[in-house]
């Protein structure tokens, strides 16, 4: 079976920084897409960034540009996502998605497989 788990969330200041981590097993991803995408109450499943193979070809929402950095370890068949100048608006579950195969970037039908997700909240 294919399993996604994430890990790394949790309760931090406005201005502050979290590293999520996302695990995969079961499936190699090295020549595949790996991204993540969050979801606040209330609201539709938004993209937040991608990375695809080796790690050089990346992509992020506006939202976070500048902000987050997408990485990935194949070794470990992990994708990170390194957060910086957190925002109460960055609130969210975030989810790891993954594909062993192209995808377009920002679409969640995209994605094969899913992640339970992690809760990040960021405090005012």
């Known amino acids: 079976q294919v399993q996604l788990v994430e890990s790394g969330g949790g309760l931090v200041q406005a201005g502050g920084s979290l590293r999520l981590s996302c695990a995969a097993s079961g499936r190699t991803f090295s020549r595949g897409t790996m991204g993540w995408f969050r979801q606040a109450p209330g609201k539709e499943r938004e993209f937040v960034a991608a990375i695809r193979g080796s790690g050089g070809s990346t992509y992020y929402a506006d939202s976070v540009k500048g902000r987050f950095t997408i990485s990935r370890d194949n070794d470990k068949n992990t994708v990170n996502l390194q957060m910086s100048s957190l925002k109460p608006e960055d609130t969210a579950v975030y989810y790891c998605?993954?594909?062993?195969?192209?995808?377009?970037?920002?679409?969640?039908?995209?994605?094969?497989?899913w992640g339970q997700g992690t809760q990040v909240t960021v405090s005012s």
């Open positions: 998605a993954a594909k062993d195969g192209y995808v377009r970037w920002g679409r969640p039908n995209d994605y094969d497989y």
